[in-house]
C-alpha cells in the first residue's frame, strides 16, 4: 500500500441495508478523515479521528457511524442506507505536525 | 461554526488569461487556508495553502492572497492552460475545532475552470 486508499471504488446499495466503507493509510498520519461530495456543495465533513481510539462529529454525521481501532484503519459504517446518502465519499488524512490534508481514490456510493 | 461561500461556481477563460476564484469565511479564528484541485474523477490534490500571518504566497503560476480584516481570500492563475481546468475549492480551518491544534476544515461550494485553447 502508497499512501491513502478506499475500497469498494463503486457500489450500488439497496435502501435499509447496512454498509462499511474502507479506507487504510501506511503514512502513519494521526488524523483521519471522512467527506462526502455532493454537486454544488463541496465536501463536507461527517466524521474524523484525532487519533486512535477517539473520533469526533463533523458537519452531516447523521446516519453514519465511524471507529479507529488503530492508526492505520477508518472504517464509515451506513447502518441503514438511505437514498440522500448517494454520493462520493472520500476518506483523508493528515500529519499533526502538517496542514496538509491527502485524499483516498473516493467511494460512489448509490442507494436504490 | 465556519462557513465558507466560494465564488464564481463556473470559470470559463481563454488560454493564456488569468483566473481568479474568491472566498469568504466567517470565523475570525480560521487560521490557516488551503486551495484544492480535482480534476474530472480525480481525488483533491492540495495546490498551495497560506497561513493567517502572511498576505500572500506564490508558486509559479499560482498565488494566494488574504485579507483577515475582511475575511476573504483569493487564488489567482495567471497564464492559464488547458490542464488547469478542473474543480478547485477553497477551504478554511478553525484551530478551535475537534480539540486538537489541527482543527477541521470547512470547504466552499468548489469552482468549475474551464480553460479553452
Known amino acids: 500500500i502508497a499512501g491513502i486508499t478506499q475500497a469498494p471504488t463503486s457500489q450500488i446499495l439497496a435502501a435499509g441495508r447496512r454498509m462499511t466503507l474502507r479506507c487504510t493509510q501506511d503514512?502513519?498520519?494521526?488524523?483521519m478523515y471522512w467527506y462526502r461530495q455532493d454537486l454544488g456543495l463541496g465536501l463536507r465533513l461527517i466524521h474524523y479521528?484525532?487519533?486512535?481510539?477517539?473520533?469526533g462529529k463533523g458537519e452531516v454525521p447523521d446516519g453514519y457511524s465511524v471507529s479507529r481501532a488503530n492508526t492505520d484503519d477508518f472504517p464509515l459504517t451506513l447502518a441503514s442506507a438511505v437514498p440522500s446518502q448517494t454520493s462520493v465519499y472520500f476518506c483523508?488524512?493528515?500529519?499533526?505536525?502538517?496542514?496538509?490534508?491527502?485524499f483516498g481514490p473516493g467511494t460512489r456510493l448509490t442507494v436504490l | 461554526g465556519e462557513n465558507v461561500e466560494q465564488h464564481p461556481s463556473t470559470l470559463s477563460v481563454q488560454e493564456g488569461d488569468s483566473a481568479v476564484i474568491k472566498c469568504t469565511y466567517s470565523?475570525?479564528?480560521?487560521?490557516?487556508f488551503p486551495w484544492y484541485k480535482q480534476e474530472l474523477g480525480k481525488r483533491p490534490q492540495l495546490i498551495i495553502d497560506?497561513?493567517?500571518?502572511?498576505g500572500e504566497k506564490k508558486d509559479q503560476r499560482i498565488a494566494v492572497t488574504l485579507n483577515k480584516t475582511a475575511k476573504h481570500f483569493s487564488l489567482h492563475i495567471t497564464e492559464t492552460q488547458p490542464e488547469d481546468s478542473a474543480v478547485y475549492f477553497c477551504?478554511?480551518?478553525?484551530?478551535?475545532?475537534?480539540?486538537?491544534?489541527?482543527?477541521?476544515?470547512?470547504f466552499g461550494q468548489g469552482t468549475i475552470l474551464t480553460v479553452h485553447p
Open positions: 503514512m502513519r498520519h494521526n488524523a
Open positions: 483523508a488524512s493528515s500529519h499533526r505536525d502538517s496542514n496538509e490534508q491527502f
Open positions: 470565523d475570525s479564528a480560521s487560521n490557516y
Open positions: 497560506i497561513r493567517s500571518n502572511v
Open positions: 479521528s484525532n487519533t486512535a481510539g477517539t473520533t
Open positions: 477551504a478554511a480551518r478553525d484551530p478551535r475545532a475537534g480539540g486538537t491544534s489541527y482543527g477541521k476544515l470547512t
